[in-house]
């Protein structure tokens, strides 16, 4: 029987479906700069390119991307592209001291491993063809998704902040009652630590993303031995979160309880990239109490609020981001598994004693994450049925949690016996659905067969 012709790459309908990705990923950057330009600051396209040349904002996250891409690189070839990239920086520091570059803006490093990526890209489409040209690729836009990442989340926050005018924090510190408001308490421990526990969940919550490439590169080790990418990792996690989570920031605008209801000093975010003219203490709290005193369980009303802080609460993605860090690292070695249960805790405690975040917040996180969790895997084992379940019943039980943090606060603050152990017990439920669901798609350890008895030798 002659066999079917292969069909060329660019009818195969995956890398049809890549190429749409692409081209709905370049028109949302582009919508975004667009939209950066109408509010008078530079877009997430521009803000990467300058980096290319100007100090980067974020050295330690550049070569972050670059320890990404070089997963797809041999040793020998790893070892090349950092000493290429040192090289690049230390040439770059030479000649901004030469020129007498202004120091104070940006990193002093970074940009040598922005331009090995771009180099190993040209390499691929140069001097590579085939798979061995995909594969570089695949790692250079592994790298740059980071990078990217982080430039449109920027972005993204603006918006909120200028689109969202009203918020719905009294909505959410109302039903936070039925938890017992976790972030005062916590906020008051972080307090009573003094600066020794500030500082390390402070490292903590600003690290997450050097703690999610550890984890990412332990679990894409093998793929320059490979030659290909596992099915599922964490990287393909993160982003998803990173690209569905902004949107309910516009749909549920929240700015947490130190902005809603603290003075907003405690623990002030940058936002000099687009306010570099507006202090951080401007009073537009409804109240000073946190974390002091409980806040009040009158009827709630949206409230408004500046134009720079964002509306980056609901849900937590921090939290999202820790609970995938930690799913990821329950399959490595007893340090990584012990790394991110102790990222997880931290990650936490941070988000509600800096108070950045609810407890709400929180619950909604942990359901949110495990339902891209599974549908992720549940596309990866064709569109299994159970996972299905579990995608429709994650699904019903976030939106569920949003509209009763909405239109159910003062009823939820009322009664906190009943509805406090209903939404852990909503969010547990997800859990247990979640480590069963998942459990039906490990591979089937068979016992091995006994060994047949040895022949006994026959009495004469």
């Not at 090995?116 to 594969?135: I, W």
């Not at 939106?399 to 606060?409: E, K, W």
Request: hydrophobic content about 50%; charged content about 15%.
């Amino acid at each position: 029987m002659p066999r079917t012709p292969a069909l060329p790459l660019w009818r195969r309908p995956r890398t049809r479906l890549w190429a749409a990705v692409a081209v709905t990923a370049l028109g949302f950057l582009l919508a975004l700069e667009f939209t950066a330009r109408h509010y008078g600051v530079s877009g997430p396209i521009t803000n990467q390119a300058r980096e290319v040349i100007f100090r980067p904002k974020s050295g330690g996250l550049l070569y972050a991307s670059m320890a990404l891409m070089m997963v797809v690189l041999t040793w020998r070839q790893r070892f090349i592209a950092l000493a290429a990239a040192i090289g690049i920086d230390l040439v770059f520091l030479v000649v901004r001291w030469a020129v007498d570059a202004d120091a104070t803006e940006g990193h002093p490093f970074g940009n040598g491993a922005l331009w090995v990526m771009l180099g190993v890209a040209a390499f691929a489409v140069t001097r590579r063809t085939g798979r061995e040209r995909v594969l570089l690729l695949k790692g250079v836009g592994l790298g740059l998704l980071l990078m990217t990442g982080r430039k449109t989340g920027d972005i993204w926050l603006l918006i909120t902040s200028k689109t969202r005018p009203a918020v719905l924090d009294q909505y959410v510190a109302v039903a936070d009652h039925a938890l017992g408001n976790p972030s005062w308490l916590v906020g008051r421990l972080v307090e009573a630590s003094g600066p020794i526990g500030f500082n390390v969940l402070d490292f903590v919550y600003g690290q997450l993303p050097v703690a999610a490439v550890i984890a990412a590169l332990y679990q894409l080790r093998h793929v320059a031995a490979e030659r290909r990418f596992p099915r599922h990792h964490l990287v393909r996690t993160f982003l998803v979160i990173g690209l569905l989570g902004p949107a309910f920031y516009m749909i549920f605008p929240v700015v947490g309880p130190l902005f809603a209801y603290g003075t907003g000093t405690a623990h002030w975010m940058d936002v000099s990239l687009w306010a570099p003219e507006m202090p951080p203490t401007e009073p537009w709290a409804v109240a000073t109490v946190w974390p002091h005193s409980f806040p009040s369980t009158a009827v709630p009303v949206p409230m408004p609020f500046d134009g720079i802080t964002p509306r980056n609460c609901m849900p937590s993605l921090h939290t999202a981001w820790a609970v995938a860090i930690f799913i990821h690292s329950r399959k490595g070695p007893r340090l990584l598994r012990f790394a991110g249960t102790f990222w997880l805790i931290a990650t936490l405690a941070a988000t509600l004693g800096f108070g950045y975040h609810y407890g709400a917040d929180l619950v909604a996180g942990v359901v949110f994450t495990l339902t891209i969790e599974a549908a992720l895997r549940t596309f990866d084992h064709d569109w299994d049925r159970a996972g299905l379940r579990f995608v429709a019943y994650g699904t019903t039980v976030f939106t569920a949690l949003l509209l009763s943090y909405r239109f159910l606060p003062v009823q939820m603050a009322e009664r906190p016996w009943l509805f406090g152990p209903l939404l852990i017990l909503a969010m547990a439920s997800v859990i247990y659905a979640y480590v069963r669901t998942t459990a039906l798609w490990e591979p089937k350890q068979t016992p091995a067969a006994a060994p047949a008895p040895e022949p006994q030798p026959e009495l004469i």
